[in-house]
């Protein structure tokens, strides 16, 4: 069965630290793709990105990067700079298609930036 | 804004009763997900549409059932309701299936089962 972890329940840090938001995935799948989702206190989901399983290449957007290691079944979320605006629970996931086959979130990772 | 509407916002209901949630996507989004966000269970995939077409189901559950119209509005029924089914339900759309769509949330509903 698929699976994610996001073993990291809470993150502090203050304003401008660069912070890792660590996710870990377990499938038997040689073809998949991974997911970062952003839920502000507002409690609205915000869709961060899409990564299929061939692509390793590392992304990055503005302040925000992402690290992909098949090796280590990790797909690690960096926030460069951290800003209060950044406060929020982040959620890993991972599905068996496009489609949404199996697919299966983490439990989130709650991240406080502080002033 | 999204561009993602979701109605209504808040629902309560009783036991044993039915709703149904009503999304309508983005101008031109051909795809549309349903999301179930409890304190229980966490963030759950419900069930996927693709211009009309159910393609990906996820933990849906018997009493639930969804489709997506002609004019690509979706909606998701919830029968039988249970004390376990109050959560946050989060509609999605997306342009097209290809990996490199952006997904658009909408508001959410919060349905309350008391």
């Known amino acids: 069965a698929q699976k994610v972890t996001q073993a990291q329940t809470e993150i502090s840090v203050v304003e401008k630290e660069d912070v890792t938001l660590d996710c870990v995935y377990e499938?038997?799948?040689?073809?998949?793709?991974l997911f970062w989702y952003k839920q502000p206190p507002s409690g609205e989901l915000v869709f961060l990105i899409r990564?299929?399983?061939?692509?390793?290449q590392n992304e990055i957007s503005g302040r925000y990067s992402w690290n992909f290691q098949k090796s280590t079944s990790s797909f690690n979320f960096t926030i460069t700079a951290s800003q209060v605006v950044d406060s929020a629970v982040y959620f890993c996931?991972?599905?068996?298609?496009?489609?949404?086959?199996?697919?299966?979130f983490g439990p989130g990772t709650r991240l406080s930036v502080l002033p | 804004d999204s561009g993602v509407t979701q109605t209504p916002k808040h629902l309560i209901t009783a036991t044993g009763q039915r709703v149904t949630l009503r999304c309508s996507p983005r101008?031109?989004?051909?795809?549309v997900y349903w999301y179930q966000q409890s304190l229980d269970q966490g963030l759950q995939f419900l069930i996927q549409?693709?211009?009309?077409?159910?393609?990906a189901k996820g933990n849906i559950l018997e009493r639930f059932s969804a489709q997506q119209f002609p004019d690509l509005h979706s909606e998701l029924n919830l029968s039988s309701l249970e004390l376990g089914d109050s959560a946050l339900y989060f509609c999605?759309?997306?342009?097209?299936?290809?990996?490199?769509?952006?997904?658009?949330f909408g508001p959410g509903t919060r349905l309350t089962v008391l």
């Open positions: 101008s031109g989004d051909l795809s």
């Open positions: 999605a759309s997306s342009l097209d299936l290809l990996s490199t769509d952006t997904q658009y």
């Open positions: 996931a991972l599905s068996e298609d496009n489609y949404g086959q199996n697919f299966v």
């Open positions: 499938t038997r799948d040689t073809t998949y793709y």
């Open positions: 549409y693709y211009n009309g077409e159910e393609r």
């Open positions: 990564r299929n399983s061939f692509d390793e």
